[in-house]
């Protein structure tokens, strides 16, 4: 198959509404932006159509598709019930990186939600994701546009990396926004939950809806290997970098010392290394780059300002495959209101691997 590329702003907006369009209705494939990644989308009404996303992702069938609409009225197909919470939430949060589970209609495959009786669905606030649903009136299922156990991908040229030739377009807006997936909250139970950490913090979800609980599996603290992450795709190893990830935490000098005594083992013993450190720390690994030439040092951004962290980390982790390291180590970012979503997408890369120095 021929991947057609089209990039936004070369090109009449009404050119790529109507092509992208066209793809979706017949039951193709389109790499969309969305301001949090890049997603893989198809008619999520259509069961076919779902099932070509599983296979260019490679994707486990059991793990379920978000569904993306533009306008509330687009909601009521999609759902048996709409809890007054959600009428809340999407008041205060859509369009923006926030996606909603709730029992599903009968209109929607299962084939669309794993084979569960629910459904996740998300108003994206990217224009052209936005613009292009409003615009074919399709609800698109579309989960992240890599192959399955890769990075997420942030940047079109990344969709591309993983999918070309095994998809019928991608809409290139450049970089994205935020960079790491959409928070998911439950809403099918008493009190909310969080399935997944996201740029939506539980207490910006708790002024709005008060109690909003997490889902335990999700913070890395339950070594038990048969608990059971209640959105089925967190129990896949996922972002994976190429390289054998760890990361270190602990006090900042710690931190750098050790992760500069770790380095210098595994190049000493002929090892190519790649480091992940941010604004504040990376001229204190400069001499060991410098020295060793097999260290390749990355900043992932500034503590100063989160979201800088979240824009770059999966571009990071591509960026290291390309540099062939076989270790990677990173320093930690538990604190801060984004602390707990970065720290869940990088102990994933990570495979859990997780020093306390
Ligand atoms: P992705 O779109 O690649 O970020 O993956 C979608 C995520 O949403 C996966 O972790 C899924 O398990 C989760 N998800 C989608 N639908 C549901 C649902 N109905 N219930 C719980 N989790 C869901
Ligand atoms: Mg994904």
């Known amino acids: 198959m021929n991947t057609i590329v089209y990039k936004i702003d070369e090109i009449d907006e009404r050119v790529w509404l109507k092509d992208a369009g066209k793809v979706l209705a017949d039951g193709g494939l389109v790499g969309i932006p969305t301001e949090t990644v890049y997603g893989l989308a198809a008619n999520a009404l259509d069961e076919a159509a779902a099932a ?40 205060k949060f859509w369009p923006g990186p926030l996606t909603m589970v709730l029992p599903k209609s009968e209109k ?11 459904v996740a669905i998300r108003m994206p606030s990217h224009p052209v994701a936005y613009k292009l ?21 942030t940047k079109a040229e990344h969709v591309y990396e ?8 991608i809409l290139d807006a450049g970089p994205v926004g935020i960079g790491i997936e959409s928070t998911i909250v439950d809403l099918t139970g008493e009190v909310p939950m969080i399935l997944r950490p996201g740029y939506i913090t539980r207490d910006m979800l708790s002024e709005v809806v008060g109690e909003v609980e997490i889902d335990p599996a999700i913070l890395g603290e339950n070594k038990d290997k048969n608990f059971r992450p209640k959105a089925p795709g967190m129990k896949y190893k996922h972002y994976a970098p190429k390289g054998d990830l760890l990361l270190v935490s602990g006090e900042r000098d710690n931190v ?3 992760i500069s005594r770790l380095a210098s083992e595994k190049t000493s013993e002929g090892f190519r290394v790649g480091i992940i450190a941010t604004e504040e720390t990376k001229p204190m690994y400069d001499r060991l780059e410098a020295s060793e030439g097999e ?8 503590r100063k ?16 495959d390309d540099e062939n390291v076989s270790f990677i180590y990173s320093e930690s970012f538990g604190e801060g209101m984004l602390g707990q979503a970065i720290m869940n997408r990088l102990l994933k890369a990570a495979g859990h691997q ?4």
């Open 162 to 169: 993983d999918l070309n030739g095994k998809i019928d377009m």
């Open 354 to 357: 997780q020093i306390y120095v």
């Open 133 to 153: 649903i409003s615009d074919c009136r399709i609800p698109l299922a579309a989960p992240s546009a890599n192959t399955s156990g890769r990075p997420s991908p």
């Open 295 to 302: 260290v390749v040092v990355m900043s992932i951004g500034t």
């Open 108 to 118: 929607v495959p299962y084939g669309t939600t794993g084979g569960l009786d629910t």
């Open 305 to 320: 300002d989160e979201a800088t962290i979240t824009h770059n980390l999966y571009d990071i982790l591509r960026r290291m």
């Open 52 to 91: 070509k996303i599983y296979a260019a992702k490679g994707r486990p069938s059991d793990n379920p598709l978000i569904v993306h609409i533009a306008g509330m009225e687009m909601i009521h197909d999609l759902v048996s019930e709409l809890p007054e919470t959600a009428k809340q939430l999407a008041e």
């Open 256 to 258: 750098v010392q050790a």
